[in-house]
């Protein structure tokens, strides 16, 4: 089946500097995906949607120069925590829905919202 | 707006008993309910899914949910609890199209499983 690889699976930085967070789509085409963070023991809150080859859709309060999203390939998204802080640290996920083999993947009713593995960031 | 509430951080139970998991929502139209697990250092993964007839839904792993309109609640259950369904459950909502929010997954805070062996 369709599997989203994220990597890292966790990172330690000193605060100021950048963290860069891939998310590949294998065997299928991510048309959009989605960037999630979550803190301990609560949901997950979706920070950003982002479809291939444009500019992504942040949610209220989010600062898109402090996450910044790069959705260039249908296989490939980043999420870039610039300049990171203490505050920063958490997990983030992202979720991609798309197609492959000419099927709609995930489209109407997200069950087939596949999941990256998660990056648990520390920044120091 | 839409919301999802799962009243309990923890639901503790013994291993081949039966279980329960929490969870409210409110939408305004039809939702589209689900449940998600994941496990410690990985992503979710879907478990069933409420989108439109029968209110009993079954899904993976041995699990069901309830859909009930009146109380506009979606409860997770299992007949017979494993040690290894241990993890920690989200429930998420969808509005339907059309709603200001259509497309996005709406997660409740999650509920942490614990079954003793």
């Known amino acids: 089946g369709a599997v989203v690889s994220q990597h890292p699976s966790w990172v330690i930085c000193k605060s100021g500097t950048s963290v860069k967070i891939e998310c590949r789509s294998l065997d299928f085409q991510a048309t959009t995906m989605f960037w999630y963070r979550q803190f301990p023991k609560q949901s997950l809150m979706l920070m950003a949607t982002?479809?291939?080859?444009?500019?992504?859709?942040?949610e209220q309060g989010v600062e898109k120069d402090k996450f910044l999203i790069n959705h260039a390939s249908l296989t490939l998204s980043t999420l870039t925590v610039t300049s990171a802080h203490p505050e920063d640290s958490s997990f983030y996920i992202c979720?991609?829905?798309?197609?492959?083999?000419?099927?709609?993947?995930?489209?109407?009713?997200?069950?087939?919202?596949?999941f990256g593995s998660g990056t648990q960031l520390s920044v120091l | 707006a839409q919301s999802v509430a799962q009243p309990e951080d923890q639901v503790n139970v013994a291993e081949g008993n039966p279980l329960t998991v929490k969870c409210t929502y409110s939408v305004s139209g039809n939702p589209y309910l689900f449940w998600y697990v994941q496990y410690p250092n990985r992503g979710l993964q879907f478990l069933l899914k409420y989108i439109t007839g029968d209110n009993l839904v079954k899904g993976s792993y041995g699990f069901e949910a309830e859909f009930n309109k009146s109380q506009t609640s979606f409860h997770l259950k299992k007949p017979s609890a494993l040690v290894s369904d241990s993890a920690l459950y989200f429930c998420?909502?969808?509005?339907?199209?059309?709603?200001?929010?259509?497309?996005?997954?709406?997660f409740g805070q999650g509920t942490t499983l614990q079954v003793k062996p």
């Open positions: 998420a909502v969808r509005a339907p199209h059309g709603s200001s929010n259509t497309g996005k997954l709406i």
């Open positions: 982002s479809n291939e080859g444009s500019k992504a859709t942040y």
């Open positions: 979720s991609a829905r798309g197609r492959a083999g000419g099927q709609t993947l995930g489209w109407m009713t997200d069950e087939k919202l596949f």
